[in-house]
């Protein structure tokens, strides 16, 4: 499955809201029930550090003003009040279907 | 502390060969699929294998099948790469993580940079 991010560069002032789209070419709803969409942080010079799995779900530590949606072959990565923390690159990956892509990432920067 | 510390990488000639490692410690290493995934500089994210828990069950991207190998030790709590015949478009950061399946990699290694040229 081919995975698609828009924009590449996003960005956004300190305490607005920032949002990263992510389509698949395929639908993401596995034989299980599941939608395996993921959505992954890569902050400079870091290791990249996952935040949101099976479409909605913040992992621990997450802060909560990053949420998920989506359905299908389209899903959205929300930041409510961006922060100077949340620099870095975003992207989404499926692991629906083997093997398991990335989306190009976002860049998301301070304006 | 979960933690996963790569090694191995550097320079290395197209053709040559090369081999990765990952020590896994603060988690029970037998008991997770592992993955070795990179990152070419300034570009996006890649999978490159997986292995199960006992290493019987290998997967590859397929633009490495037939030149690297993954596998792993587990009485050393240790994750392997065996990189053969490497071509300057695998020159990467190779990040070793664990595997958690459909919904990804949760622990991450900080990379090993690898380097193909001549």
């Known amino acids: 499955a081919v995975m698609t991010q828009s924009p590449l560069s996003l960005p956004v002032t300190l305490g607005q809201p920032a949002s990263i789209s992510c389509r698949s070419s395929q639908s993401l709803v596995h034989s299980d029930g599941n939608t395996y969409l993921t959505w992954f942080q890569q902050r400079p010079g870091q290791s990249p550090r996952r935040l949101v799995y099976?479409?909605?779900n913040r992992d621990s530590g997450v802060p909560d003003r990053f949420s998920g949606s989506g359905s299908g072959t389209d899903f959205t990565l929300k930041v409510s009040r961006v922060e100077a923390e949340d620099v870095g690159v975003y992207y989404c990956m499926q692991g629906t279907h083997w093997p398991h892509t990335f989306g190009q990432g976002t860049k998301l920067e301070i304006k | 502390e979960v933690q996963l510390v790569e090694s191995g990488g550097g320079l290395v000639q197209p053709g040559g060969s090369l081999r990765l490692s990952c020590a896994a410690s603060g988690f029970t290493f037998s008991r997770y699929w592992m993955s070795w995934v990179r990152q070419a500089s300034g570009k996006g994210l890649e999978w490159v294998a997986n292995i199960n828990l006992d290493g019987s069950e290998k997967n590859y991207v397929d633009s490495v099948k037939g030149r690297f190998t993954i596998s792993r030790d587990n009485a050393r709590n240790s994750l392997y790469l065996q990189m053969n015949s490497p071509r300057a478009e695998d020159t990467a950061v190779y990040y070793c993580?664990?595997?958690?399946?459909?919904?990804?990699?949760?622990?991450w290694g900080q990379g090993t940079l690898v380097t193909v040229s001549s």
């Open positions: 993580a664990k595997d958690n399946g459909p919904t990804g990699w949760i622990v």
């Open positions: 099976k479409v909605s």
